[in-house]
């Protein structure tokens, strides 16, 4: 296991996401970098896989802790308040910090499970491209990722995480934005469906 150096001199931001039970942190420094993403829906997921998850799990009252390039993303539990979480949050990243443990152990999440047929390939490949360069970046802005999951019969498969999963407005993004956006594009595509985690 490899230690990352100590900092102790480090300022951790916080901003609203538009779902107002999640909290997007910024701690300074890469978290996953160009690793990918890593989304933990309970604190069994967490362990083992991530030490950072782990220990923000363990302040109590998070529902979902997702990882991405340099941001944090914790979804309070229901009756949580986040004038009371927000703080134990932030003393849980600082110390996974300064203990120079890594973020995740292994792989972050990637390319796996996508369903398309293979002569849809180049159609994928657009697909992709178009989410990486347009839709990602300001996904994760507010917190989030949106995954390609896969494309049959002109139908996108795509999954919401982070800030964006269980957003009131995730819905409308998908269809309104992210759907409209894809089918200018590529006209094979004639909807986008939200797959569930």
Known sequence: MQRQPRDPAMFIETEATPNPATLK??????????????DFTAAAEATGRSALAERVFQVGDVARVFLGSDFVTVTKADDADWAMLRPRVLGA????????????????????????????????????????????????????????????????????????????????????GVENMLRHYVPEVVAVEQVEA
């Open 25 to 38: 942190f910024l701690p300074g420094r890469d978290v996953l970098g160009e690793r990918g993403t890593a």
């Open 93 to 176: 990243i600082m110390e996974h910090y300064l203990s120079g443990m890594p973020v995740l152990e292994g792989t972050a999440e990637g390319e796996h499970g996508e369903d398309f047929d293979a002569a849809d390939q180049e159609v994928v490949a657009q697909i992709k491209e178009l989410l990486d360069t347009r839709v990602r970046p300001a996904v994760a802005g507010d917190g989030g990722d949106i995954t390609f999951h896969g494309f049959r019969d002109g139908i996108v498969k795509l999954r919401m995480q982070g800030a964006c999963s269980g957003c009131p407005s995730s819905r409308a993004t998908l269809k309104h």
